[in-house]
């Protein structure tokens, strides 16, 4: 039988790190080798050194996700697509991306997300939100930003703020009938 550790000669390197970042506690979240590994494997294919990968990579909700900071890291690395914040305050984020074309950056649009937005997506009252309204401002702009105009640059990842503010709703549907009269009726039924 071939040595375990011949058997993964090619992620070699990451086992052992892996290892290292389960076992240091440094990383609350990670409470295994497989979840590091999971985290500096997906990284690496991100363009991410080990470390940034255990400490920007999270699973939210059985989905892996990026902290903004991460999203943002990787579109100010990347050589196709730059960002620009134009406004920063408790009420807006507004942010505009670019694409470099040779020597020349082409605008691709602008995103913005406000305070109003925020309070529709039901977010305002969240302690987070109350704590750092620019931070969570700024990573909802851009990570819209980075999804409308350059989602290749972040692989179409979700950050871990979006995804830890999914809730499972098992969708209504509603059965409406017309009488003679013309008066309908509705019956609410579990969608199938």
Do not use: H
Not at 63 to 91: F, G, Q
Not at 101 to 108: F, V
Not at 115 to 127: P, Q, R
């Amino acid at each position: 039988m071939v040595n375990e550790i011949e058997d993964y000669a090619p992620i070699k390197q990451e086992l052992v790190m892996s290892d290292i970042f389960a076992a240091s506690g440094m990383f609350p979240d990670i409470k295994t080798k497989a979840e590091a590994l999971v985290k500096v494997l997906a990284g690496k294919e991100l363009g991410m050194s080990a470390f940034e990968s255990v400490a920007s990579i999270y699973m939210v909700n059985g989905k892996l996700a990026l902290t903004s900071k991460a999203m943002a890291s990787m579109i100010k690395k990347s050589p196709s697509y730059d960002y620009t914040v134009d406004s920063l305050t408790d009420e807006e984020c507004s942010i505009t991306f670019f694409e470099t074309i040779g020597e020349d950056d082409k605008m691709l649009g602008v995103s913005k997300f406000t305070k109003a937005d925020a309070a529709k997506c039901g977010l305002v009252n969240k302690e987070t939100y109350k704590a750092y309204p620019r931070n969570m401002l700024f990573a909802r702009a851009l990570s819209n930003g980075c999804r409308w105009f350059c989602p290749e640059a972040i692989s179409g990842y979700y950050t871990t703020e979006e995804l830890s503010d999914i809730v499972d709703i098992t969708p209504v549907k509603q059965s409406i009938e017309m009488t003679k009269e013309g008066v309908t009726n509705g019956e609410e039924t579990q969608a199938v």
